[in-house]
Structures are given as C-alpha cells and as structure tokens.
C-alpha cells in the first residue's frame, strides 16, 4: 500500500503563488499516474489535475487551467502542483492521490490518499 504525503501549503494573498508536493513511499511510484483533488468547507472533493505515469499527459478542471501546472518527478517519488494567480474561492485543504485510470476525474477512481494540506488564499 502506498503512502502519500502532502507539504507546502500555507496561507496567500490573491495573486500570489504556491508549490504543493506530495511524497510516495511504499510503492512502485512510476507504475501510477497522479492527481490533486481539492475539498473547500460544506463542499464536495473535486478534481483539480492529474498527470500520466511517465509526466508526458496531464489534465485540468477548467477552474484552475492555464494558473495552476501539475508535474511529477519518478526519480524523487514525488508530484508537484505549482499555483499561480491565486484566487480567494482557491481555498481548500488539497489531497494528492495514485490512479491507474488516467485521464479519469472520478473520485472513486483514485485509491490511495494523502492526508491533505490546508491552502488559504486571502482577498
């Protein structure tokens, strides 16, 4: 079973920028693609990104493309999701999860889980 581990979070004012990272263990990292699901108060975890085994395809919930930029690195065991142009409606506690079933959206497609990271953006 593998074991994720979200860092970078914090809080930000409108505009500005933040890198999430999400650490693997436990598993073969490359046989996996990746993804960031979002879940903000009294809502629904939504998808935010996902990336290919090899880093080559990623995909975007139209909310966030063309701000925020999803990458991995197979060597570090490690997914990345850079956010620029911060908006307050961007806050939300932010979970990095392993799915064989790119480019899925699906919540129920995504098995393992992070614990989260907390992202604040203010106005």
């Known amino acids: 079973q593998v074991q994720l581990v979200e860092s970078g979070g914090g809080l930000v004012q409108a505009g500005g920028s933040l890198r999430l990272s999400c650490a693997a263990s436990?598993?073969?990292?490359?046989?996996?693609?990746m993804g960031w699901f979002r879940q903000a108060p009294g809502k629904e975890r939504e998808f935010v990104a996902a990336i290919s085994r090899s880093g080559i395809m990623t995909t975007y919930a139209d909310s966030v493309k063309g701000r925020f930029t999803i990458s991995r690195d197979n060597a570090k065991n490690t997914v990345y999701l850079q956010m620029n142009s911060l908006k307050p409606e961007d806050t939300a506690v932010y979970y990095c999860?392993?799915?064989?079933?790119?480019?899925?959206?699906?919540?129920?497609?995504?098995?393992?889980w992070g614990q989260g990271t907390q992202v604040t953006v203010s106005s």
């Open positions: 436990g598993g073969t990292f490359s046989s996996y693609a």
């Open positions: 999860a392993t799915t064989y079933a790119y480019p899925s959206r699906r919540r129920t497609d995504f098995g393992s």
